[in-house]
């Protein structure tokens, strides 16, 4: 198999620009691997969603979608492991392994299926062989308490969404490779 292609560039630079700001975790660092625990079962990992939290949002913000997306996929279309929407504005952490709504806590919010099948948390499972790939963790603070999505709504209909009610976005950029 020939995995041999360009680098896709950042998503979230050919969008139009919002403000930024901070995203923190204890589990992933920017720029560096992730552990196998947030990794996909299909690759030995735990598929355990890492902890996030952030601050300094601006003042408007009415709610927060947190999303997860690998540009790196073999695809035309990268690939979407994670969207959990209409975080109400009160929640600015979440912790390990809350990657539904469910299992965060979350009231009033909801996960829809990632590109794995199933809604909530897919962990990271890049080809073996291929390159490291980047995992693009971001909350968006939105403009409204909810986007009018249901849970049956795909990620890239959350993304769509998110162009036209992004305040500000906070990323976090680790990485993944199965050797």
């Known amino acids: 198999m020939n995995l041999d292609r360009p680098i896709p560039p950042d998503p979230y630079e050919l969008l139009p620009a ?8 204890s589990d992933i660092a920017d720029g560096e ?13 735990e598929n355990r969603s890492p902890q996030l939290s952030w601050s300094g949002f601006p003042a408007e913000t009415r709610g ?23 975080v109400p504005v009160e929640v600015t952490e979440l912790p390990s392994g809350a990657g539904s709504a469910a299992d965060a806590g979350v009231s009033g919010a909801f996960s829809v299926r990632n590109d794995h099948g199933p809604a909530g948390y897919g962990g990271a499972a890049p080809p073996a062989g291929d390159r490291p790939h980047r995992y693009l963790f971001a909350v968006h603070a939105i403009d409204t308490d909810k986007l009018d999505l249901t849970p049956d709504a795909p990620p890239a209909q959350v993304g769509f969404n998110l162009t036209f009610h992004t305040l500000a976005r906070a990323v976090l950029r680790p990485t993944y490779q199965v050797k």
């Open 64 to 86: 927060f979608v947190v999303t997860c997306f690998d540009p790196d996929a073999p695809t035309a279309s990268g690939f979407w492991h994670w969207a959990l929407v209409n």
């Open 18 to 25: 919002v403000g930024t700001f901070t995203l923190t975790s």
């Open 33 to 45: 691997p992730m552990d196998a625990a947030f990794a996909h079962p299909g690759v030995g990992g």
